[in-house]
């Protein structure tokens, strides 16, 4: 009996720890293939610095989420292919293509750890 409650214990912690994992970039990353602004602003900082072609501009939470949903209106995803993904130093850092119906974007993010979370801080779209 010992054994089975040391065995759902260990299960448990390791289970918190994938969860943990998958958290920050992860989320984002699922938030781009599906093309939901309102995923991703849930992970953003206080002000996200957004790039889109030629266009790079800093924005509030609830600026950055507007420009992203006309983003995705304007450009609907197709899909989102992880190229790179890595983390130094607290940050992590994600390069894709995002698929469009209006063309294919090298895409960039790159999150910061804030306190016990990680945030995302930039995101670029470059054709």
Do not use: W
């Not at 390791?14 to 093309?35: T, W």
């Not at 995803?77 to 790179?84: A, D, E, I, R, Y």
């Amino acid at each position: 009996m010992k054994r089975f409650f040391i065995l759902v214990f260990a299960s448990l912690l390791l289970s918190s720890f994938s969860a943990f994992s998958q958290s920050g970039i992860d989320e984002v990353v699922s938030a781009l293939k599906s093309g939901n602004a309102g995923m991703m602003a849930q992970n953003f900082d206080n002000s996200i610095e957004i790039v889109v072609s030629s266009k790079n501009s800093t924005y509030s939470k609830t600026q950055a989420e507007a420009v992203l949903k006309d983003f995705f209106n304007n450009n609907p995803v197709k899909s989102f292919q992880v190229m790179h993904k890595g983390d130094k130093g607290g940050a992590q850092f994600c390069i894709g293509t995002l698929n469009t119906k209006t063309g294919n974007y090298r895409t960039t993010i790159f999150m910061k750890q804030k306190g016990d979370k990680q945030v995302l801080q930039e995101i670029r779209f470059e054709n």
